[in-house]
């Protein structure tokens, strides 16, 4: 009990301080701004060249892309942050459970993406008026959840990498671009030159913006079953890889004395 409440605790306490600087307007602003500007020029772009009756694909790809938002920007900003205000050699000097403090990280992070995913979703319905008529709801649901955590997970790999660097927004936001341009977003991946198939098959997003794509067409848990298991078994590798990482980084920076250096 005494670890779960530490958990919560640090995950509530390192997200309201992520966003100190966030009135409830601006908060919400953020929420909505950006995920219109994105689906509306992706989608209108990709409308502009295809024709209109590929608004779905466009729309609902940028929709769950905005996990991304948190899920790598958020998570990778929450390990970052502690180097540049200071609080890193506290956090790394506290006896609390490494794997606690890891993951904490990344946990409200992956419901606040999944709450942004839900928004894109609304506004892309709204302004494209997208088809989900033949959707399973609640199997998307459960694809938006899965995507959110395996994008988390890229998150804390690269969140690891603040320990030593830096300029944690350069990694994110080369995170974030190769998500979407890699993932199948507005590109479909059968398309993409073999190399890039290939990174894309070792991202988060991949496989489960395809299964999205195919429940929204009507598919059920059997046929989708297996890219969500994919898409979990990257993600779990990714955290995992991301906690050895921070585990060596945290060994490395106390060598160095880079715990303090910004």
């Keep these: 009990m005494t670890t779960l409440r530490i ?12 966003f100190n600087w966030a009135t409830p307007i601006g908060y ?3 929420k909505f701004l950006q ?4 689906i509306l020029f992706l989608t ?11 608004a779905l694909y466009f729309a609902l790809g940028n929709a769950l892309q905005l996990t991304a938002v948190n899920g790598i ?3 990778v900003m929450s390990v970052g ?39 894109g979703l609304v506004l892309a319905f709204v302004m494209f008026r997208i088809d989900l008529s033949h959707a399973n709801l609640g199997l998307l649901a459960i694809c938006v959840c899965i995507i959110s955590l395996t994008t988390a997970g890229l998150g804390l790999m690269f969140g690891s990498l603040s320990l030593i660097t830096r300029d944690v927004f350069v990694i994110a936001n080369a995170a974030y671009y190769l998500l979407l341009v890699f993932c199948g977003i507005n590109v479909p991946v059968s398309r993409l030159p073999e190399w890039a198939q290939l990174i894309a098959s070792c991202l988060p997003l991949t496989r489960g913006v395809q299964a ?9 848990l059997a046929q989708v079953s297996g890219l969500l298991a994919g898409e979990l078994a990257v993600g779990l590798i990714y955290a995992l890889v991301g906690y050895a990482l921070f585990a060596w980084l945290e060994h490395q920076a106390r060598r160095g004395g880079l715990q303090e250096a910004y």
């Design 28 to 30: 919400f602003s953020y």
């Design 44 to 54: 209108e772009l990709g409308i502009f060249a295809t024709g209109r009756s590929n």
């Design 35 to 38: 995920p219109i500007v994105q």
């Design 212 to 220: 999205a794509r195919e429940v929204v067409s009507g598919a059920g």
């Design 81 to 119: 942050n502690e180097r540049q205000f200071g609080t890193l050699p506290i956090l790394l000097g506290s006896p609390a459970n490494r794997v606690v403090t890891f993951l904490g990280r990344a946990f409200v992070h992956v419901l606040d993406g999944i709450a942004g995913v839900a928004v």
């Design 7 to 18: 958990f919560f605790r640090s995950c509530w306490f390192q997200y309201r301080a992520m």
């Design 73 to 75: 920007f958020g998570v």
